[in-house]
Nanobody, 124 residues
Framework: QVLLVESGGGLVQAGGSLRLSCTASGRTISSYAMGWFRQAPGKEREFVAAISWSGGRTLYQDSVKGRFTISRDNAKNTVSLQMNSLKPEDTAVYYC?????????????????WGQGTQVTVSS
């Protein structure tokens, strides 16, 4: 079993930055692909970014390309999401997810473990 805990959310003005962190416990995630998803009120959970087990491959939703960067530190069992140039439409609860395979996925069904989420609010 893998427990994922997100941190780093908060309120920021448009154009600002936040760095989300996801800390895993219970099992090493070094052989797992990891992802970040988000869910805005009244909307379905959507893919944001994913990273392969080694960090050698990353994927991003088109709307965040060039603004968000996903990274991981396998020695610390953590995954991060650096978010720059934030926009009001980025407002959502952000979730960290673990996939018990080495390759990335962009659908929620591709991930077995989920964190509780952290709120990100971007004011205009």
């Amino acid at each position: 079993q893998v427990l994922l805990v997100e941190s780093g959310g908060g309120l920021v003005q448009a154009g600002g930055s936040l760095r989300l962190s996801c800390t895993a416990s219970g099992r090493t995630i070094s052989s797992y692909a990891m992802g970040w998803f988000r869910q805005a009120p009244g909307k379905e959970r959507e893919f944001v970014a994913a990273i392969s087990w080694s960090g050698g491959r990353t994927l991003y939703q088109d709307s965040v390309k060039g603004r968000f960067t996903i990274s991981r530190d396998n020695a610390k069992n953590t995954v991060s999401l650096q978010m720059n140039s934030l926009k009001p439409e980025d407002t959502a609860v952000y979730y960290c997810a673990a996939r018990t395979r080495t390759t990335v996925a962009v659908t929620t069904t591709g991930y077995e473990y989920w964190g509780q989420g952290t709120q990100v609010t971007v004011s205009s």
